[in-house]
């Protein structure tokens, strides 16, 4: 059984949106099982194939995470680039835009890593020298 809101089948995978309508379809007439959607909350769609922007802003994240914002940029830079790569996959955005959202991601997690690294040494060193300074 497969849940009412439910886009696929659990099961197999298949497509559970309804079918077409018939080419002899006379005009006037509702579409049985389509959604009537008002114009301005249909779906939008980027038909020319170009890239949204959220891989460039996960990117510019991870790029300022690496050079001095560390976490405050990284996390966020981290979490775009997963929402876009999941856009991607489930084919909600174009795929031209999936090596900038995995840059940023990665980048995003690594520069978080390697700055949360970096602060905790600058703890440890800074009370390593308070404590042999003789104070």
């Known amino acids: 059984m497969n849940p ?15 079918a077409p309508p018939f080419i002899g379809q006379q005009q006037g007439q509702p579409e049985f099982g389509a959604p009537n959607y008002p114009m ?36 966020p830079a981290a979490i775009v680039g997963w929402m876009e790569l999941d856009a991607i996959k489930n084919g909600r ?9 995995t840059i940023g991601f990665w980048g995003g997690i690594a520069a978080t890593i390697i700055h949360s690294i970096l602060f905790v040494l600058w703890i440890l060193f800074s009370a390593l020298t308070a404590g042999g300074s003789g104070f």
């Open 4 to 18: 009412p809101e439910a886009a696929f089948c659990l099961n197999c995978s298949s497509s559970l949106a309804p």
């Open 40 to 75: 301005s909350a249909q779906p939008k769609t980027n038909e020319a194939g170009e890239a949204s922007q959220k891989p460039l802003i996960a990117l510019i994240l991870a790029i300022s995470a690496f050079f001095c914002c560390g976490p405050i940029t990284g996390v």
């Open 93 to 101: 955005s174009p795929v031209s835009g999936k090596t900038m959202a």
